[in-house]
């Protein structure tokens, strides 16, 4: 970390955490911008840009080895402008240079090292360098020395190679038939490679020869590949898959919250950061789970990592932090690892000692990571059995222990407000909303929705991305912009307001003129980033769901609603036939759009309740039948007269729509509507037939 008695440089003044960690570095950093590009064209230097986030372990350890060394930074500063960035910010930055690090045929990862010329081309790249040769690497001293020279000598090369590459990668335009698109074969093929990959030991998927991450959005396609096909295979998958990642050291046994990934097969030992976006995935289908299972067991871990995040990400203006750092007092892990002796001297039930695997000898590195051992068993088919009165007795031990843990020494939290993630977050307390009837987690999304819509949402439908100590900074990217428009599709669905829809819209139709391109997807940057040099169309659905993703989500959500502003089923197959290369040649890498699909691919069916002057009593039994219907696409709204005849012109489904006696239902599929109902009885029957 940052010396503070060093004398500080330009990172000082930023707001990110990942920066300030930088800003007394000896290194002359500059941010991203105008200040640092102009001084590379004025002075002939490569730009060295630094990509990583506050979390990042080996960003902190090339910090320690080369950023923090006063010799390197003698090299750096005499030969080249260093720029800093803070990738969780800036992901659409991030995005094209590790595009470029793939094309130069080198595998990803962070903190990402690319050399620019003075106009941003890309040169060259890497990932971690070591301060000395070693892993097969070079050195970053001789790295640093064998381009400086390069660019004395061989510039024109150099330059040349760096326009090419650039080319390529503006090179989106492809030519797709929009007749071409994926259909069911597609998703039966998508179900049948996680089959064929499913770890039937250690549950999960073996997708990587070393790493398992957790599978969330995955396992959120099984579920409704479940449910549409009744297909018991891909329940028992997301079932023992949900079961294995909360069981094993992945999982904060003590704490709560999921890790972000596992460095084996069998999910015990983690790599110890926990991010936003992870947690907020996982409890969406822990929601999904507890809805088809009625299993309590995802019931109390969708609960406990939403008090995990209450008690330990909540910050006091209202939004949701992003990580929590692996790393405390210098080592990764060391907040959650026990000694045996530790434990032993606060906790004696033999049983929980057992539960968890405490040993004398520990599992990594004379230590303790607390897990549950599942090795040989088939939760799905056997059941999840507790002794009587064990779970008590196992919450009683967690309580004291987080007590004992409180006391050490934390992990660096990054207290920044991300749009999409925040998003990502409301998405799953609406899940466990639907999943609970929890009054609790409605409240706790409309206070973050309120404190997004006043921080990052301005009036006239830009999106920001990030906000920190009291600064909203730099224009959302595709991912901020659609999850929002989502999550207030959800709450319009959830409440009846009519607030949040208008939200909605204005953001849509922000996105549409903004970040359209003439290929049929979304760009990833809006049209207002002029410091980028690519404008990138994602689809892969990696840590989070990509934008166009989101959009194909939201699209079939609109669609089914009769939006009228533009033609949304033209532009969802100029999306899918887009990305159907993709999604034919490596489908596991789009689990998020090929749920999209599923809903496309399957009848669709729309129930509208209107009523006037109802009871909230039976204005929430009615939502408490709806949200127990279980069929993926199913789209539902309950709205006041007044509200459902205000937005008629815009949502054709609800044209001369209206209460009758008092309420009426409206049961269409297909966008065939039968006629209206006055009872959830009759109304029950329709939906079934």
């Not at 000082?12 to 990942?18: A, D, M, T």
């Not at 690497?137 to 061989?154: G, I, T």
């Not at 907020?280 to 990592?305: M, P, R």
Request: glycine share 6%; net charge negative.
């Amino acid at each position: 970390m940052a010396n503070l008695s060093k004398k500080p440089n330009r990172l000082v003044h930023e707001k990110s955490p990942y920066l300030l960690q930088h800003a007394h570095n000896p290194v002359d950093w500059f941010p991203w911008g105008n200040e640092a590009f102009e001084k590379a064209e004025k002075e002939d230097k490569i730009i060295l840009l630094s990509i990583g986030y506050s979390t990042c372990h080996w960003c902190h350890v090339m910090e320690r080895e080369s950023f923090e060394d006063v010799s390197t930074a003698e090299l750096l500063n005499r030969d080249f402008v260093c720029i800093k960035l803070d990738r969780e910010e800036r992901p659409d930055i991030d995005k094209i240079y590790m595009d470029a690090l793939h094309a130069m045929g080198t595998q990803g990862g962070w903190p990402l090292n690319m050399f620019l010329t003075p106009k941003r081309e890309p040169i060259l790249g890497g990932t971690y360098f070591p301060p000395e040769n070693r892993y097969g690497k070079k050195s970053f001293k001789e790295v640093l020395r064998l381009v400086s020279e390069a660019w004395k000598h061989q510039k024109e090369e150099l330059l040349q190679a760096a326009s090419e590459l650039t080319i390529y990668l503006n090179d989106n335009e492809r030519k797709t038939d929009p007749t071409t698109i994926p259909n069911s074969l597609t998703i039966k093929e998508n179900f049948k490679r996680y089959v064929e990959v499913y770890d039937k030991e250690f549950f999960g998927f073996k997708t990587n020869s070393i790493n398992k991450f957790p599978p969330s959005m995955a396992l959120s396609f099984l579920l409704d590949y479940y449910l549409i096909e009744k297909d018991n295979r891909a329940l028992e998958m997301a079932f023992n898959t949900a079961y294995a990642m909360k069981s094993g050291g992945i999982y904060d046994q003590i704490g709560g919250g999921i890790c972000r990934y596992s460095t084996d097969h069998e999910w015990l030992v983690p790599h110890f950061e926990k991010m936003l976006y992870d947690n907020a995935l996982f409890v969406e289908t822990l929601a999904n789970l507890y809805q088809i299972t009625g299993e309590s067991f995802f019931l109390d871990t969708l609960d406990e990592i939403i008090t995990y995040v209450e008690r330990d990400m909540r910050l006091a203006p209202g939004g949701i932090a992003s990580a929590e750092d692996a790393d405390s007092e210098g080592e990764e892990g060391k907040f959650y690892l026990w000694k045996e002796t530790e434990i032993l001297s606060h906790i004696s039930d033999s049983e929980v000692l057992g539960f968890w695997n405490v040993t004398e000898e520990g599992n990594f590195e004379n230590k303790n990571i607390l897990h549950v051992y599942w090795q040989g068993k088939n939760p799905f088919q056997d059941g999840i059995q507790w002794k009587p009165g064990f779970k008590e007795r196992l919450q009683k031990a967690k309580v004291t222990l987080l007590n004992v843990r409180n006391k050490r020494i934390r992990p660096l939290r990054d207290d920044k407000v991300l749009t999409s993630w925040n998003a990502l977050w409301m998405r799953a307390l609406l899940k466990s909303y639907d999943a609970t009837e929890n009054i609790t987690y409605l409240e706790q999304t409309k206070r973050i929705y309120q404190f997004l819509l006043q921080h990052l949402i301005k009036e006239d439908g830009t999106v920001l991305r990030r906000y920190r100590d009291g600064e909203a900074k730099n224009l959302g990217t595709l991912p901020d912009y659609a999850e929002f428009v989502w999550v207030s599709l959800r709450l319009f669905q959830e409440t009846g307001e009519a607030s949040y829809y208008k939200t909605a819209s204005l953001l849509f139709e922000t996105i549409q003129k903004k970040f359209s391109s003439n290929m049929g997807p979304y760009f990833e940057a809006s049209d207002e980033n002029v410091d980028l040099i690519v404008r990138t169309i994602e689809g892969y659905d990696g840590v989070e769901p990509s934008g166009n993703s989101t959009m194909l989500h939201i699209i079939y959500f609109l669609h089914t609603l009769g939006y009228s502003k533009y033609s949304l089923e033209k532009k969802a197959n100029e999306i899918f036939s887009y990305f159907f290369p993709e999604m034919s040649k490596n489908s596991l890498s789009y689990p998020s759009m090929i749920s999209a699909l599923q809903k496309f691919q399957s009848a669709s069916k729309e129930v509208i309740v209107v009523y006037r002057n109802q009871s909230e009593e039976t204005i929430q039994r009615i939502y408490k039948n709806l949200r127990k219907i279980l069929i993926p696409g199913f789209v539902w709204l309950v709205l006041e007269e007044t509200v459902a005849q205000s937005l008629e012109e815009e949502l054709e489904i609800l044209k001369e729509r209206n209460a009758g006696n008092g309420i009426r239902y409206y049961v269409c599929q297909n966008f065939r509507c039968e006629l209206p109902t006055e009872t959830w009885e009759e109304t029950f029957a329709l939906i079934q037939k």
